[in-house]
C-alpha cells in the first residue's frame, strides 16, 4: 500500500523558516509526480508546489520565491522548505502522489495522500 507521512510543521513568527518533509513507502517513488497542497480554515485546499520525474518543479504564485520543493529518491523523501512565513501560509500541509508525471496542481490529478502536518505563521 501506498503510504505518505508528512513532518516538520509547527509555529512560527512571521518571517521564519519551517522544513516539511513527506517519507513515502509501498511503491516505486521514483515513478511518481510528488507535490505539496495546503488547506487553511474556511478555504479549499490548493496546490503549493510540485516536482516531477525529471526534477521539473512548479509552484503556486503565492509562494514563488519563498518556497522550494525538492526530492531524495535515495531516500523516498519529498521536501518542502518554507522561508519568509507570513501568516496567510498557516494551514494544514498534505503530501500528495501521482504516478507518472506532473500535469496539473490541482486535487484531482493526486491520487494518494498523507494525513498532514500543521504549519502556524502568527505575527
Known amino acids: 500500500q501506498v503510504q505518505l507521512v508528512e513532518s516538520g510543521g509547527g509555529s512560527v513568527q512571521a518571517g521564519g523558516s519551517l522544513r516539511l518533509a513527506c517519507a513515502a513507502s509501498?511503491?516505486?517513488?521514483?515513478?511518481?509526480?510528488m507535490a505539496w497542497f495546503r488547506r487553511a480554515p474556511g478555504k479549499e485546499r490548493e496546490g503549493v508546489a510540485y516536482?516531477?520525474?525529471?526534477?521539473?518543479?512548479a509552484y503556486a504564485d503565492s509562494v514563488k520565491g519563498r518556497f522550494t520543493i525538492s526530492r531524495d529518491n535515495a531516500k523516498n523523501t519529498l521536501y518542502l522548505r518554507m522561508n519568509s512565513l507570513k501568516p496567510e501560509d498557516s494551514a494544514m500541509y498534505y503530501c500528495a502522489a501521482r504516478f507518472g508525471w506532473c500535469s496539473l496542481l490541482q486535487v484531482a490529478a493526486f491520487g494518494y495522500w498523507g494525513q498532514g502536518t500543521q504549519v502556524t505563521v502568527s505575527l
Open positions: 516536482i516531477d520525474i525529471n526534477n521539473s518543479t
Open positions: 509501498g511503491y516505486t517513488y521514483s515513478s511518481y509526480c
